[in-house]
C-alpha cells in the first residue's frame, strides 16, 4: 500500500462527457502529479500541484483540468471526452525533490 | 527536454541474472529512479542513484554514469514474478520524466 488512495478505480462513459478523478496522497506530501498511461504510450506527466499552486505542466490537454485543495487532496477534470482519451490515470505524491514518488492505484477510465 | 532510451523488451530465465539499460539525454538532472509495473497495476519503486556508481538492494541494483547518460538495472536470482515492466525515469528539479519501460519475461 503506497498510502496515494485514488477513487474511482473503474469508469466508464461516453464521448463528450466530463468526468472528475480524485486523488489523496500520502500523509505529509505536499507535492501530487497526475499522469496518463496508454497501451501504446509510456507514463506520460500531465501536471504537478505543490502545496495547492500549479507548479509544472507536461503534456496535459485543454480539455483537461486540475486543482489541489487546502486538504492537498486534488482532482483532475477530464471535459468534452474522445476516445482516445480511454487510459490508465495515476495519481503520485512525494515528499522531497530527492524522494522517490509513489503512485496510487490508478483510474482506468474507458470511454465507449 | 528529457529523452531517455531503453529496450522495448527482454527475456530471461528463473534464476538467471539480467540487465537492463537505459540511457538518457537531459537538460537538467537530479538523480535516475527505477521503478517496476506489473500489468495494470501502479509503478512501485525500485531505486534511486543521483551520483555515479552503484547501489544494491537485495537482489536488484542500479548503477549509474552522469558523464555516459548511462544507468542499468541488474536483477539477480530471477523468479517468476518478477516478469512486469522496468520504468527508468530522469528527476529535473520536480518532476520526472519516464521511459516507455522494459518488458521483461521470465521463463522457467
Known amino acids: 500500500d503506497s498510502g496515494v488512495t485514488q477513487t474511482p478505480k473503474h469508469l466508464i462513459t461516453a464521448t463528450g462527457q466530463r468526468v472528475t478523478l480524485r486523488c489523496s496522497p500520502r500523509?505529509?506530501?505536499?507535492?501530487v502529479y497526475w499522469y496518463q498511461q496508454s497501451l501504446d504510450q509510456g507514463l506520460q506527466f500531465l501536471i504537478q500541484?505543490?502545496?495547492?499552486?500549479?507548479?509544472a505542466k507536461g503534456n496535459i490537454l485543454e480539455r483537461f483540468s486540475a486543482q489541489q485543495f487546502p486538504d492537498l487532496h486534488s482532482e483532475l477534470n477530464l471535459s468534452s471526452l474522445e476516445l482516445g482519451d480511454s487510459a490508465l490515470y495515476f495519481c503520485?505524491?512525494?515528499?522531497?525533490?530527492?524522494?522517490?514518488?509513489?503512485f496510487g492505484d490508478g483510474t482506468r477510465l474507458s470511454i465507449l | 527536454g528529457q529523452n531517455i532510451d531503453q529496450p522495448t523488451e527482454m527475456t530471461a530465465t528463473e534464476g538467471a541474472i539480467v540487465q537492463i539499460n537505459c540511457t538518457y539525454q537531459?537538460?537538467?538532472?537530479?538523480?535516475l529512479f527505477w521503478y517496476q509495473q506489473h500489468a495494470g497495476e501502479a509503478p512501485t519503486f525500485l531505486s534511486y542513484?543521483?551520483?555515479?556508481g552503484l547501489e544494491e538492494k537485495g537482489r536488484f541494483s542500479s548503477f549509474l554514469s552522469r558523464s555516459k547518460g548511462y544507468s542499468y538495472l541488474l536483477l539477480k536470482e530471477l523468479q517468476m514474478k518478477d516478469s512486469a515492466s522496468y520504468l527508468c525515469?530522469?528527476?529535473?528539479?520536480?518532476?520526472?520524466?519516464f521511459g516507455k519501460g522494459t518488458m521483461l519475461l521470465v521463463s522457467p
Open positions: 503520485a505524491s512525494r515528499s522531497g525533490v530527492n524522494q522517490p514518488q509513489h
Open positions: 537531459t537538460s537538467g538532472f537530479n538523480g
Open positions: 500541484y505543490y502545496n495547492g499552486e500549479e507548479r
Open positions: 525515469a530522469v528527476s529535473g528539479y520536480s518532476t520526472l520524466t
Open positions: 542513484n543521483v551520483l555515479d
Open positions: 500523509s505529509g506530501d505536499l507535492s
